[in-house]
């Protein structure tokens, strides 16, 4: 399975952006899928995961209410939206693919080369 993410950028406090991860190959062995970041200095850690129907869906306490992930499996593509962004928000995003939705690192097989976003205060 092979992932990309894109839709990273600079953008002020309070901004919103939409972050993309694209899945290819054998995406059926690795149906959910999860984003996580790392902030420079810091160990990488869990923003968002959601099944392969959707229904399930976790998110970190610090972005529960601002942050939205979504899918559409016709495209093999999952969504992460950003909303109501903080400075504390900036960090590479890398999307993950697993067989199962889940919190941990350690519970996705594969990962993307992530993408950086930038909030400014």
């Known amino acids: 399975v092979q992932l990309q993410a894109s839709g990273g950028g600079l953008v002020q406090a309070g901004g919103s952006l939409r972050l993309s991860c694209a899945a290819s190959?054998?995406?059926?062995?690795?149906?959910?899928m999860g984003w996580f970041r790392q902030a420079p200095g810091k160990e990488r850690e869990f923003v968002a995961a959601?099944?392969?129907?959707?229904?399930?869906?976790y998110y970190a306490d610090s972005v529960k209410g601002r942050f939205t992930v979504s899918r559409d499996n016709a495209k093999n593509t999952v969504y992460l939206q950003m909303n109501s962004l903080k400075p504390e928000d900036t960090a590479v995003y890398y999307c993950?693919?697993?067989?199962?939705?889940?919190?941990?690192?350690?519970?996705?097989?594969?990962w993307g080369r992530g993408t950086q976003v930038t909030v400014s205060s």
């Open positions: 993950a693919a697993g067989p199962r939705a889940v919190t941990r690192t350690s519970g996705y097989d594969y």
């Open positions: 190959g054998r995406t059926s062995s690795a149906p959910a």
């Open positions: 959601i099944s392969w129907s959707g229904s399930i869906t």
